[in-house]
């Protein structure tokens, strides 16, 4: 398997402009979250999808901040507008649900905005 | 704010020796996990524990839990170079569903 994929790797983009991040699980997995990771704040879950419903949004920072999961393979996390203290890397994870919490974490989306 | 806290925040160590990272947590568990991060790169899952478990082993790793005192310690066995990268524990809290706390790290550097 490929583990799970993320786009772009890297994105730069002007404070105001929209962002889309992009997810692929594991193939069969049915948990997916969304995390975001700071020097300051560390690692920090926005959200998580269970068999592709959200069940936890709390983290989700406020209404800039939106997820989608149209299917089982497929997920997205959107920032309208982008704001500088939204530079982050994010990362995507998935997990079998006989075992949420070993997650299989992709490589990350580092986000500037300037 | 941050569930789990790493000590010490960096290690700096020669390849051979053992490395001790511990984990403190402030509320009631069900399990605790250690992970691995790569400069760079996603977290790699170690070792799962739960919480009515005192001690386990995976390889060169060994994973202790005292939940009176909220706390765990990951121990690394003869470290080798391979090693060098951050550490994370993570936290399912009683009660929180199946969402992970992650703690703040602890930097672990081997050298030759």
């Known amino acids: 398997d490929a583990g799970v994929i993320q786009s772009p790797r890297h994105e730069v983009t002007e404070m105001g402009q929209e962002v889309t991040l992009r997810c692929k699980p594991i193939?069969?997995?049915?948990?997916l979250f969304w995390y975001r990771q700071t020097m300051m704040r560390g690692l920090e879950l926005l959200i998580y999808?269970?068999?592709?419903?959200?069940?936890?949004d709390s983290g989700m920072p406020e209404d800039r901040f939106s997820a989608k999961m149209p299917n089982a393979s497929f997920s997205t996390l959107k920032i309208q507008p982008s704001e500088p203290r939204d530079s982050a890397v994010y990362f995507c994870?998935?997990?079998?649900?006989?075992?949420?919490?070993?997650?299989?974490f992709g490589p990350g989306t580092r986000l500037t905005v300037t | 704010s941050q569930q789990g806290e790493e000590d010490p925040q960096a290690l700096s160590i020669q390849e051979g020796e053992n490395a001790t990272m511990n984990c403190s947590y402030k509320?009631?568990?069900?399990?605790l996990q250690w992970y691995r991060q790569n400069s760079g790169r996603g977290l790699v899952h170690l070792i799962l524990?739960?919480?009515?478990?005192r001690e386990k082993h995976s390889g060169r790793l060994r994973v202790t839990l005292d939940t009176s005192k909220k706390s765990s310690s990951l121990l690394i066995t003869a470290s080798r170079a391979a090693d060098t990268a951050s550490y994370f524990c993570?936290?399912?809290?009683?009660?929180?569903?199946?969402?992970?706390?992650f703690g703040t790290g602890t930097q672990l550097k081997v050298e030759l």
């Open positions: 193939s069969g997995h049915d948990y």
């Open positions: 999808f269970n068999n592709n419903v959200p069940i936890d």
């Open positions: 994870a998935s997990s079998l649900a006989g075992h949420p919490y070993e997650q299989y």
């Open positions: 509320t009631s568990i069900n399990n």
């Open positions: 524990i739960r919480s009515n478990e």
């Open positions: 993570a936290t399912a809290l009683t009660g929180g569903g199946n969402k992970l706390t």
